[in-house]
């Protein structure tokens, strides 16, 4: 026998009910929004990645997927949603619409990391994203989204807020960075002594301990901002205090990824311990100029399903079918499958004996996929062309004539 891959994970049909209940609260709340679904390849130009998600990140360094395809081109699954979005708004003209462009996804993506909890080599996301309008309101409708969908969800988790500037604002944030954790280079792993030469930022990324202990001591972002965007973050704000969406500012929250600028969010939950982010965004103005776009202020995030599902909990799904139709003989058999195929027809779920079970093995099988009603056929039914209904939580049984089991059945519905 051939062994899943390491990472990947089944989802069996007893599981995919509560990944398509929470899927659909997720299309539900993006429709109330204007957000319209928008599917992009599962694989992409490498090139996409390392320009968009930055080529000194640890996703496009360590993390992801690549390989040559038969014409020689480098390609790669896709490690996140958002840049194959950017690509597909530029690459089919989007930018003339009317804007702001809403559009939300939800994909299977890949990264080759250590597998843990709510973590795996496949994962799957669901993210929203919003291109041209650069007010806080967007920002601020972006949160709102992502909140509304968690409590839908029936997720608790807090809202954590912070600005990380534009460029100018950075560039001044970064030699302060630089200062501050030169001493310190040889308490540090080798990867923030990597990022200190390339992405001083990342450093503020780092889960290891002696990492993360230095970091707390570090400058603060927010005492760098330039006017402009220290007004954004004010407005984007005031947004969410007139929303009544609670928030605490964290300046020590910057993401992973090159293509972020001013507004970043997470939102956490202390049950999953150290992996306590269960959604993530913010605004990335410049990823559609890395696109070889004109320059379109863009703001986003993504929530990974695994998390989401374990925050949940087990959940029981509604019964499988409505119906199980057993046959008692060769001829009852055949009726019962007639008969399913009408219901099925008239929007009822059934099922009808394919194994040629015996009567007190059918119903076993009914009461395995919890059938809210069961019927027996017989001689005496396909005479009479009528049957019992019997209800099976209750035993409580009617007799109904086998043509209008369709209009019985309606209004009972799995």
């Given at each position: 026998?051939?062994?899943?891959?390491?990472?990947?994970?089944d989802v069996l049909p007893a599981q995919s009910y509560a990944w398509q209940t929470l899927e659909s609260l997720a299309r539900r709340t993006a429709k109330k929004y204007g957000f319209r679904e928008i599917r992009t390849p599962m694989f992409e130009a490498t090139e996409l990645f390392a320009r968009g998600v930055?080529?000194?990140?640890?996703?496009?360094?360590?993390?992801m997927y690549t390989f040559n395809d038969k014409g020689g081109r480098s390609v790669t699954l896709r490690p996140e949603g958002t840049a194959g979005v950017a690509r597909a708004f530029v690459e089919n003209g989007l930018q003339g619409d009317v804007l702001p462009f809403k559009a939300y996804y939800i994909i299977s993506a890949f990264r080759y990391e250590r597998p843990q909890a709510g973590r795996l080599r496949e994962f799957h996301q669901f993210g929203a994203e919003l291109y041209g309008a650069e007010s806080p309101a967007a920002d601020a409708e972006v949160i709102a989204l992502a909140s509304n969908f968690l409590k839908s969800a029936k997720i608790k988790a807090s809202l954590r807020l912070n600005s990380i500037g534009c460029a100018a604002c950075r560039e001044k944030y970064v030699a302060a960075l630089r200062e501050y954790f030169k001493p310190h280079l040889p308490e540090m792993c080798r990867d923030c002594n990597v990022r200190f030469e390339k992405n001083p930022l990342r450093m503020l990324d780092c889960k290891e301990e002696a990492c993360a202990r230095l970091r707390d001591g570090a400058p603060r972002i927010t005492d760098y901002l330039c006017d402009d965007c220290r007004a954004h973050f004010e407005g984007v704000k005031e947004y969410l205090d007139g929303a009544g969406i609670a928030y605490t500012v964290d300046p020590r929250i910057v993401r992973g990824l090159d293509y972020y600028s001013r507004t970043v969010f997470e939102f956490v939950s202390d049950a999953l311990g150290a992996q306590s982010a269960v959604l993530a965004g913010g605004r990335y103005d410049?990823?559609?100029e890395k696109m070889d776009s004109k320059p379109t202020p863009a703001v986003g995030f993504a929530a990974g399903l695994e998390r989401l599902l374990m925050l949940r909990g087990e959940s029981t799904p509604p019964p499988h079918i409505t119906c199980y139709i057993a046959g008692m003989d060769a001829a009852s058999r055949k009726k019962a499958f007639l008969l399913a195929e009408e219901l099925r027809a008239a929007g009822v779920p059934c099922e009808a004996d394919l194994m040629e079970r015996s009567l007190k093995a059918q119903m076993r099988?009914?009461?395995?996929?919890?059938?809210?009603?069961?019927?027996?056929?017989?001689?005496r039914e396909l005479a009479?062309?009528?049957?019992?209904?019997?209800?099976?939580?209750?035993?409580?049984?009617?007799?109904?004539?086998?043509?209008?089991?369709?209009?019985?059945?309606?209004?009972?519905?799995?």
């Open positions: 026998m051939i062994p899943i891959q390491k990472g990947c994970k930055g080529d000194t990140s640890d996703i496009v360094t360590k993390e410049t990823l559609l099988y009914a009461d395995k996929l919890r059938a809210k009603y069961a019927i027996v056929l017989g001689e009479e062309e009528e049957a019992d209904v019997k209800n099976m939580k209750t035993s409580a049984a009617e007799r109904v004539n086998l043509r209008k089991l369709a209009q019985y059945f309606k209004g009972r519905k799995a």
